[in-house]
C-alpha cells in the first residue's frame, strides 16, 4: 500500500509518497496544501493519507532543510527503485551523488554511464524523476552552462529557485556577445 503525506516548507506545500521500500514520489511544493493534494493525487490516485514513519520524518525533515539552503545532499533517504527501468534508476544514482550547490552536464551523466550519446536518453530518464528534489534533477544542466529543461510543475523558472536556495554558480547569466562596430575615430586623427 502506498501513504503519503504534505507537509509545508519554507517555498511551498510539499508531498512526499512512500511504500514498504522506501519513497515512491515527491512532490514539489505548491502554494496551498489543497492544491498539493489534488495534484499529488493525480500521480499516486491510490495513496492514503498518513502519519509518516520515522524514516519518512526524517526525509521530510531533509528536505525542509535543503529548501531553507541547507546543504543536506538527502543520500540518507530511501528511495523505491523498482518501479522505474534500469537505465533510469542508473541516472537517478548519479544525479544523487551530485552535492548541493553543484551541477553536472546532461552529457557529464552520459559519460558516468560509459557512452556520451546517451545525454538525451539522461535528460528523458531525469523528465520521468518521480523524486525531485531527493534525486536533484535540477542540478543537472545543458551543456555551455544553459540551464536546460525542467519538467515539472514551474519549468525552468522552478529549476532555478531550486539552484538559487542551494547557491548554484550557474545562474550567473553569460554576458551578451558584444556586436561588431567600428570603433568611433575622432576627426583630427582621419586627418591629423
Given at each position: 500500500m502506498t501513504h503519503y503525506a504534505l507537509f509545508e516548507t519554507a517555498i511551498g506545500w510539499a508531498g512526499v509518497a512512500w511504500a514498504d521500500r522506501g519513497l515512491v514520489g515527491v512532490h514539489l511544493p505548491d502554494a496551498s496544501p489543497e492544491a498539493a493534494r489534488r495534484s499529488f493525487l493525480r500521480r499516486h490516485p491510490d495513496a492514503v493519507e498518513a502519519a509518516p514513519a520515522p524514516e519518512i520524518d526524517r526525509a521530510i525533515a531533509?528536505?525542509?532543510?535543503?529548501?531553507?539552503?541547507?546543504a543536506n545532499p538527502l543520500l540518507d533517504v530511501a528511495i523505491d527503485t523498482t518501479q522505474v527501468p534500469e537505465f533510469n534508476a542508473r541516472v537517478y544514482a548519479i544525479a544523487r551523488a551530485i552535492p548541493p550547490g553543484e551541477t553536472l552536464t546532461y552529457g557529464e551523466i552520459a559519460v558516468r554511464l560509459g557512452d556520451?550519446?546517451?545525454?538525451?536518453?539522461?535528460?528523458?530518464?531525469?523528465?520521468?524523476?518521480?523524486?525531485?528534489?531527493?534525486?536533484?534533477?535540477?542540478?543537472?544542466?545543458?551543456?555551455g552552462g544553459k540551464l536546460g529543461g525542467f519538467s515539472a510543475r514551474g519549468g525552468v523558472?522552478?529549476?532555478?529557485?531550486?539552484?538559487?536556495?542551494?547557491?548554484?554558480?550557474?545562474?550567473?547569466?553569460?554576458?551578451?556577445?558584444?556586436?561588431?562596430?567600428?570603433?568611433?575615430?575622432?576627426?583630427?586623427?582621419?586627418?591629423?
Open positions: 531533509g528536505i525542509r532543510a535543503l529548501l531553507t539552503g541547507e556520451r550519446l546517451l545525454a538525451r536518453d539522461v535528460g528523458a530518464a531525469l523528465g520521468q524523476n518521480p523524486w525531485p528534489i531527493v534525486v536533484p534533477c535540477h542540478r543537472v544542466t545543458a551543456a523558472n522552478t529549476k532555478v529557485r531550486l539552484l538559487a536556495i542551494e547557491g548554484a554558480q550557474v545562474l550567473q547569466p553569460r554576458p551578451a556577445k558584444a556586436p561588431a562596430t567600428k570603433p568611433e575615430t575622432p576627426q583630427a586623427d582621419l586627418f591629423g
